[in-house]
């Protein structure tokens, strides 16, 4: 069952001005670079995550996903969120670590970890400003999702952007590029 309400308090807020007018994604992180490195409030563990630190260890996929509020997620990003938190051992398997960002505050995180029981790692990018720097482009009041796979190196090796057609990369998608990456 999807967590939505009728409750749209919360999402009139500066983040959703900011990114209301749509800025289409774009292919400006090329594949075989490394992506920019950031550092961010981890929700799910209660501390920070620089990217940087997985460098040299363990391979990572950036789930950057669309959550308005803590009561209103996208319906395009709900099902994918749920897909990826009860696969999240599969990934784990790999030796691969999600980090799921969302644009959601601190405040609206911490429920979203409780409501949806999330084991990844979520990480509160309130200011956008990671969500820009990817280039994943914005639409109505938040930032678009997209996910990004990166080698051990925090080498770009996958990278998918959102379209109606397919908003986001399946679970299996994901799995299979990480197996190509251990072969």
């Known amino acids: ?19 209301f007018l749509p800025i289409p994604a774009t292919g400006t992180l090329h594949l075989g ?14 501390g920070k995550v620089r990217l940087s630190e997985y460098r040299g260890n363990t391979p990572v996929i ?18 994918h969120i749920k897909a990826l938190n009860e696969n999240y051992a599969a990934f784990v398997e790999r030796g691969a670590e999600i980090l799921m960002i969302t644009s959601t505050d601190t405040a609206q995180s911490q429920t ?16 956008c400003g990671i969500f820009r720097l990817y280039h994943v482009g914005q639409a109505l009041g938040a930032p678009l999702p997209a996910q990004f796979v990166l080698d051990r190196e925090g080498i ?8 109606f057609l397919e908003p986001n990369a399946t679970v299996p998608k994901l799995l299979s590029v990480l197996d190509e990456l251990a072969n």
């Open 1 to 19: 069952m999807m967590l939505t309400s009728n409750d749209f308090s919360g999402l009139l807020n500066q983040r959703f001005f900011r990114n």
């Open 33 to 46: 670079k490394k992506t920019p490195d950031f550092e961010l409030p981890d929700i799910t563990n209660n």
């Open 156 to 163: 770009l090796q996958y990278r998918h952007l959102f379209s």
């Open 112 to 127: 979203v970890v409780k409501d949806l029981g999330l084991k990844m790692p979520l990480l509160s990018d309130s200011s």
């Open 62 to 79: 950036l789930a950057f996903t669309r959550i308005f509020t803590e009561k209103q997620y996208c319906p395009l990003c709900y099902p």
